[in-house]
């Protein structure tokens, strides 16, 4: 370890105590970046290029006020935190769940810098949300809240300036509450918020850009050494958004996809999912283990999907799911592929040991920018007042992963010849941003 990485990591950890998801996503980069910028750029390192990059450019905390179907005053937080607009207006979700707090979305807002980089679309980076649980809530309690939330971030986004997204637990339905109040007080139709309803100015491909995304960067990886996912069995986690739609494309493109979770238990169907099979999934809420009251699987509560053998895993539920025990038991069973759905869904351990084992390992920077990808292809519709059919949306999605892929590529190849994609979406997602602010001074 250089001496500058080691002074690096010591002045993060020192200004941000307790906050340990931003520092891992830190650490992640900072350990690819570092020898990269001593050798290449080192009048990046007397800028203290990386230090500001650390340091959001606004973090916004507030206080949010609503009513329950009871008649209650409910009291949450919530945030926006402002990460970097060298590239344009920050862009970045809004996650509403028990878990949120400011460790969390800055180290969301952190790897959004890279992945909005990455994309080559003029997108800054950003995240924000709240500690809102809408698991239980009323359409109206949720519309309530939405419209309290709003009436505070209101007045620190817009279309240029900040142009939040949806992520876990906000949907088309909060997507529409927020947006509807934010047109109720500032009086005015714009493209504020990204992942609208395809009525009232959203972009065709939005719900299914993250899964279908992650497929075409795995399509891609396997390309490059003459295999494909036809005739792949195919673990996912998950059983949200983001691994319904992965499941979709993953069983198109010839994929026999095996397993799907959630934070109560898995199901694993040997003879794997259909299109039909999926949907019944989707309605099923929490409640997995009813699958197999109508086809013949298995559900294992309480488990994660990663003891089933499989050749390509795809965790997309949350982050730090798939740790070190995890990864040997997928490497163990004969998984040569894992490419992330979800933001860090694996830890520090098990990424390590993914990439001394030397199989393709795809991180969620590069592999999951789908979502954020087609989120600026609908903000360029709302600036020229246009809607384009999903098959010229769904085509320039692919044409975006496959650059990312590509860029992942040439910073990351091996002297082997192999491909180390997280070093590669890690240089090639900083230079970008690193030669724009240098360009714009200290600011």
């Known amino acids: ?18 906050e340990p998801e931003f520092l891992q996503a830190v650490r992640e ?40 179907d009871h008649n209650g005053v409910q009291i949450n937080r919530g945030y926006r935190v402002q990460m970097n607009s060298a590239l ?13 707090n400011l460790s969390v979305l800055k180290f969301l807002a952190f790897e959004q810098t890279f992945k909005n980089s990455l994309t080559g679309l003029s997108l800054g980076s950003g995240k924000g949300g709240s500690d809102f649980d809408p698991k239980g809530k009323s359409d109206n309690e ?19 300036t900040d142009v939040p997204a949806g992520d876990i637990g906000v949907g088309e339905r909060e997507i529409g509450y927020l947006f509807g109040q934010y047109k109720r007080l500032q009086n005015d139709f714009t493209g504020v918020l990204t992942g609208k309803g395809p009525a009232w100015g959203g972009s065709f491909i939005r719900p299914e850009a993250t899964g279908y995304g992650l497929l075409y960067f795995v399509e891609r990886m396997l390309y490059e050494t003459g295999d494909v996912i036809k005739g792949k069995t195919v673990a996912i986690s998950g059983a949200g958004n983001v691994a319904y739609y992965a499941a979709l494309k993953a069983i198109s493109l010839g994929g026999k996809v095996v397993t799907v979770s959630n934070s109560s238990g898995t199901i694993y169907d040997k003879n794997g999912f259909s299109v039909e099979k999926l949907d019944y999934v989707n309605t099923l809420n929490r409640d ?12 294992h509560a309480g488990q994660k999907p990663w003891q089933f053998a499989c050749d390509i895993a795809l965790p997309c539920a949350t982050q730090n799911e798939l740790d070190e025990h995890d990864a040997d038991m997928l490497l163990q069973n004969g998984c040569t592929c894992i490419a992330e759905g979800a933001n860090m869904p694996c830890t520090e351990a098990a990424i390590k040991k993914i990439l001394s084992s030397g199989i393709k390992y795809a991180p969620g920077k590069a592999a999951n920018a789908g979502g954020v990808a087609v989120s600026g292809l609908e903000m360029s519709q709302n600036r020229i007042g246009q809607q384009w059919t999903a098959e010229k949306v ?22 082997n010849g192999t491909i180390n994609y997280l070093r590669g979406a890690n240089i090639g ?6 030669d724009a602010m240098k360009a714009q001074g200290l600011v």
């Open 394 to 415: 769904e085509t320039r999605l692919k044409r975006v992963m496959h650059h990312i892929h590509d860029t992942c590529m040439h910073y990351g190849r091996n002297g």
């Open 29 to 68: 980069v900072a350990d690819d970046i570092i020898p990269y910028i001593e050798e290449h750029k080192p009048d990046l390192v007397d800028a203290k290029l990386l230090e500001r990059l650390v340091e959001p450019e606004r973090t916004i905390a507030f206080r949010v006020v609503w009513q329950d």
């Open 88 to 100: 344009g207006p920050y862009k970045g979700g809004l996650r509403f769940s028990p878990g949120v």
């Open 288 to 299: 997995l283990e009813q699958y197999t009251h109508r086809y013949p699987a298995e559900y």
């Open 142 to 160: 949720i519309m309530r809240f939405c419209q309290s939330f709003m009436t505070e971030l209101y007045r620190h986004v817009g279309s240029e």
């Open 1 to 18: 370890m250089s001496s500058y990485l080691t002074r690096f990591l010591a002045y993060v950890e020192s200004r941000n105590p307790s």
């Open 429 to 434: 997602g900083f230079l970008k941003v690193a």
